[in-house]
């Protein structure tokens, strides 16, 4: 039931794109992303909901396709604060109770 | 502005031990979580809380049990400490519909000897 996540890592320079994608068995109603640097909390990125509605952070993209049930976050010109853990986490039911993907760790580097 | 709040933020405690981690959030958010982090294996949901006087069990809820005090408390204790449980904690709060954010306290650290 956990989504698989994929890369599992990715080296970047500074500047480069990146995606990362999220990949669920079942059905879902929204797609959650949160960045986690290390030893640190995860923090929220963005939510994207069934239907089209995004909430999140101007400066990041991502994308949500329901029919595949697949998510995929587009880190775009990276910077170094852009390294750490991504997680995402999936909602089957409108109700927040989130299955967390098992994470992509992303480094950039100078 | 504190958000969530965690205590302790670090703990040892000797195989068959009993403790009780506490979570406090002043966001007025009807809804709480409770998360173990282990390498690999990302965040997985322990118990949550939907609403003051409801929890719910998650995907690893053995070994644990919960109590939500009231709105902005949460709290999970294990019973008798096992190594297995030797992972990160973290607490989580947010609004019960799925187009809000979770927001996450900073985490407890046990170690389980």
């Known amino acids: 039931q956990q989504p698989v996540q994929s890369p599992q890592a990715v080296i970047l320079r500074e500047g480069e794109d990146a995606v990362i994608n999220c990949s669920s068995s079942?059905?879902?109603?929204?797609v959650h992303w949160y960045r986690q640097k290390h030893g640190e909390a995860p923090v929220f990125l963005m939510i994207?909901?069934?239907?089209?509605e995004q909430k999140g952070h101007e400066k990041i993209s991502a994308s949500f396709n329901e029919k595949k049930q697949q998510s995929s976050l587009y880190l775009t010109a990276s910077q170094l604060s852009y390294s750490g853990t991504y997680f995402c986490?999936?909602?089957?039911?409108?109700?927040?109770?989130?299955?967390f993907g098992t994470g992509t760790l992303l480094a950039v580097q100078p | 502005n504190a958000g969530v709040t965690q205590t302790p933020k670090f703990q040892v405690l000797k195989t068959g031990q009993s403790m009780t981690l506490q979570c406090a959030q002043d966001?007025?958010?009807?809804?709480m979580y409770w998360y173990r982090q282990d390498p690999g294996m990302g965040l997985r949901l322990i118990y949550y809380s939907a609403s003051e006087g409801t929890t719910d069990k998650g995907e690893v809820p053995n070994g644990y049990n919960v109590s939500r005090l009231n709105k902005r408390e949460f709290s999970l204790r294990l019973e008798s400490a096992a190594p297995s449980q030797t992972s990160v904690y973290f607490c989580a709060s947010g609004r019960t519909y799925s187009n809000q954010p979770q927001h996450f306290g900073d985490g407890t650290r046990l170690s389980i000897l």
């Open positions: 079942k059905a879902l109603y929204s």
């Open positions: 994207l909901l069934k239907g089209g």
């Open positions: 986490g999936t909602d089957g039911g409108a109700t927040n109770k989130l299955i």
């Open positions: 966001m007025n958010h009807n809804s």
